[in-house]
Nanobody
Framework: QVQLVESGGGLVQAGGSLRLSCAAS????????MGWYRQAPGKQRELVGA???????NYAESVKGRFTISRDNAKNTVYLQMNSLKPEDTAVYYC????????WGKGTLVTVSS
């Protein structure tokens, strides 16, 4: 099992920036994929960005060029830098890790005001 704890959400004006953090603990050695999803009110959960098992990154088309995922292996932490935020980025952001099954954090709310 992998435990994931997100932090860094909050309220920001359109055009602003936020950085989310996800600290992993537990069976981190077996993580094959790790990244971020989000779920807006009334919508399905969607991939924002993730590291694949090969080390490359994937992003949703809607965030390409604005969001960047990075990691600090020494701290077992993955980050999501979000720039040029838009009201449509408002959602609960979840950290995700695949390690012999799906593992989810509890989520952190990001609200972007217009």
């Amino acid at each position: 099992q992998v435990q994931l704890v997100e932090s860094g959400g909050g309220l920001v004006q359109a055009g602003g920036s936020l950085r989310l953090s996800c600290a992993a603990s537990g069976s981190i050695f077996s993580i094959n994929l790790m990244g971020w999803y989000r779920q807006a009110p009334g919508k399905q959960r969607e991939l924002v960005g993730a590291f694949t098992s090969g080390g490359s990154t994937n992003y949703a088309e809607s965030v390409k060029g604005r969001f960047t995922i990075s990691r600090d292996n020494a701290k077992n932490t993955v980050y999501l830098q979000m720039n040029s935020l838009k009201p449509e980025d408002t959602a609960v952001y979840y950290c995700y890790a695949y390690s012999r099954g799906s593992n989810w954090g509890k989520g952190t709310l990001v609200t972007v005001s217009s």
